[in-house]
């Protein structure tokens, strides 16, 4: 049999099922911590990504609309007025840019997602725009799941950029420091674990690591972020990740 030659530029999600799969209970106290308006319009391009996003959602009475174009997603957003836009740059009628500043003219307090499905995203422009959490496509997949960080930020009302979105501003000509990028990506993926609320023993699970080897790791992020337990570690590290205003 052939073997298949590796190819960095596609996602192989084959052996990271339990990594891809949010965390809803922990997503879910953030959004009841925060106090935003628990109502949710998703604007999402191409169709079949929006019927795939609304097949996760374990509350449909919070979605007051799903749709995949710019006007259509204005008209729910000035008839429900709610908390959250989740939005994809690309849409099938209009763009993601022009719709938040429409909303925005709307529902002064909207809080927004975006992300970023273009090849060349222009995430300046998100970030002009103040969007609290924006992540691209290419994140999508990776160990340290963007998608919970990005809504985390949108719920707390602060601002979280990807790693592939910062690196895309960066050479766009410009990317706020991040003080995390002194974790190596292992300890990044363990800090991101830890933030979702996992344990030694599951990211022990997920990792596929000894749970001795994961627990020396926590103590080497602890170390680094300088934090003397677990609950200053997430503490801290939700202020470094999340603290960031657009």
């Given at each position: 049999?052939?073997?298949?030659?590796?190819?960095?530029?596609?996602?192989?999600?084959?052996?990271?099922?339990?990594?891809?799969?949010?965390?809803?209970?922990?997503?879910?106290?953030?959004?009841?911590?925060?106090?935003?308006?628990?109502?949710?319009?998703?604007?999402?391009?191409?169709?079949?990504?929006?019927?795939?996003?609304?097949?996760?959602?374990?509350?449909?009475?919070?979605?007051?609309?799903?749709?995949?174009?710019?006007?259509?997603?204005?008209?729910?957003?000035?008839?429900?007025?709610?908390?959250?836009?989740?939005?994809?740059?690309?849409?099938?009628?209009?763009?993601?840019?022009?719709?938040?500043?429409?909303?925005?003219?709307?529902?002064?307090?909207?809080r927004v997602v975006m992300v970023?499905?273009?090849?060349?995203?222009?995430?300046?422009?998100?970030?002009?725009?103040?969007?609290?959490?924006?992540?691209?496509?290419?994140?999508?997949?990776?160990?340290?799941?963007?998608?919970?960080?990005?809504?985390?930020?949108?719920?707390?009302?602060?601002?979280?950029?990807?790693?592939?979105?910062?690196?895309?501003?960066?050479?766009?000509?410009?990317?706020?420091?991040?003080?995390?990028?002194?974790?190596?990506p292992r300890e990044g993926e363990?800090?991101?674990?830890?933030?979702?609320?996992?344990?030694?023993?599951?990211?022990?699970?997920?990792?596929?690591?000894?749970?001795?080897?994961?627990?020396?790791?926590?103590?080497?992020?602890?170390?680094?972020?300088?934090?003397?337990?677990?609950?200053?570690?997430?503490?801290?590290?939700?202020?470094?990740?999340?603290?960031?205003?657009?």
């Amino acid at each position: 049999m052939t073997a298949i030659p590796e190819q960095p530029e596609i996602a192989d999600f084959t052996n990271r099922f339990k990594q891809l799969e949010p965390n809803r209970r922990m997503v879910a106290s953030w959004l009841l911590s925060s106090e935003m308006r628990l109502k949710f319009v998703f604007a999402i391009a191409p169709r079949l990504s929006l019927a795939f996003v609304c097949t996760f959602v374990r509350q449909p009475n919070l979605v007051v609309g799903a749709v995949s174009g710019e006007e259509a997603a204005l008209g729910y957003i000035a008839r429900e007025r709610p908390g959250m836009l989740i939005c994809t740059d690309l849409l099938e009628q209009g763009n993601g840019f022009s719709l938040v500043r429409r909303a925005r003219a709307l529902v002064a307090d909207l809080r927004v997602v975006m992300v970023m499905q273009s090849p060349t995203p222009d995430v300046r422009q998100a970030r002009a725009l103040k969007i609290e959490g924006i992540f691209c496509n290419s994140d999508v997949g990776k160990p340290k799941f963007s998608g919970i960080q990005s809504v985390i930020a949108a719920c707390m009302g602060k601002s979280y950029l990807s790693p592939d979105a910062q690196r895309r501003l960066l050479e766009q000509g410009g990317v706020e420091e991040d003080p995390t990028l002194r974790l190596t990506p292992r300890e990044g993926e363990i800090l991101d674990l830890m933030i979702q609320g996992c344990s030694d023993r599951q990211i022990a699970e997920q990792l596929q690591l000894t749970y001795e080897t994961a627990r020396t790791y926590g103590k080497t992020v602890r170390r680094k972020l300088g934090a003397k337990s677990r609950l200053e570690l997430v503490g801290r590290a939700m202020h470094l990740v999340l603290g960031r205003r657009g």
